[in-house]
């Protein structure tokens, strides 16, 4: 099997599986999410997904009905069940079942949503094109929550570009992209934005920061503006499911590659954590 779903204890395919239409994520959004790779029945930095899902939740005022351990369980059962050499999952939690009302209902339980499905990793030694987009959302994206229509309206934005990705700025600084999180290298130091409410802090982001550190790179965690993006050595877009990754085009101009090797360095540190994670030797 390829493509599993899971639905409050329910398995069967993402077409089968019905979800009732009072299910507050229908109306509202009303939900949070996270999501990685997998690969060899491994779920990649699985207790750092699971962390950042209940702390999702908790400001949101979700009470998510399992413990960390049992949640990790029923994932690790449900990827378990897919023969895909490389997957991605994907979960949320929304609030729960309950008729159409803004205010929280009470005394309700909230639904756990799963997804596994194939995984294609791109190609690391190309560069990505990326767009720019005025970052107009709300002040909780440090929340990984289900209201993603801004998200969605960069991604077309990006698709309509021929891009790959859109990066969100606010005024001149840059805050994140669509999908991802934004870095630039200039003069040897990793520029990227401090995790604050304005950015998702990306899990694939802390682990660059790491990878920088394993490598000598000095890192500065101060926003940085278009104009820095635009002259930058390098422009590197991190996300869990494609790790780290860099730039060549920015609004339809050249862009970084001016420092390959520091490139190539952050990206074989990157991706054999995943390699020795998940027990496998190549992608």
């Not at 351990?69 to 897919?82: C, H």
Request: aromatic share 8%.
């Amino acid at each position: 099997m390829e493509r599993i779903a899971y639905y409050n204890g329910t398995i069967g395919t993402p077409e089968s599986i019905m979800i009732p239409m009072n299910d507050r994520v229908c109306y509202f959004g009303d939900g949070v999410y996270d999501a990685t790779a997998a690969s060899n029945g491994h779920i990649f930095l699985l207790d750092e997904h699971v962390d950042r899902l209940f702390n999702s939740a908790g400001l949101v005022g979700i009470k998510i009905p399992y413990t960390k351990p049992e949640l990790k369980a029923i994932l690790n059962d449900v990827v378990s069940r897919v023969d895909n050499k490389h997957s991605f999952v994907y979960f949320q939690v929304t609030r729960g079942t309950a008729p159409r009302n803004h205010a929280f209902p009470e005394g309700v339980t909230a639904n756990l949503w799963i997804t596994v499905t194939p995984k294609t990793f791109r190609d690391f030694s190309q560069p990505m094109k990326l767009t720019s987009m005025e970052d107009r959302r709300y002040q909780y994206c440090n929340i990984k929550t289900l209201n993603l229509l801004p998200s969605v309206l960069a991604a077309q934005h990006a698709e309509e570009e021929g891009c790959d990705e859109s990066v969100f700025h606010r005024g001149e600084i840059v805050t994140e992209c669509a999908h991802s999180n934004v870095s630039i290298l200039k003069n040897g130091i990793l520029k990227t934005h401090p995790n604050d409410c304005f950015i998702l802090p990306g899990i694939a982001k802390t682990h660059l920061i790491k990878a920088c550190k394993a490598n000598n790179i000095p890192v500065d965690e101060n926003p940085f503006t278009l104009d820095e993006l635009r002259s930058a050595d390098e422009v590197i877009v991190t996300s869990s499911s494609n790790f780290c990754s860099f730039a060549g085009t920015f609004e339809g101009k050249p862009v970084g590659c001016k420092a390959p090797e520091l490139i190539t360095a952050l990206q074989k540190t990157v991706i054999q954590e995943y390699l020795d994670y998940c027990g496998i030797s190549e992608l």
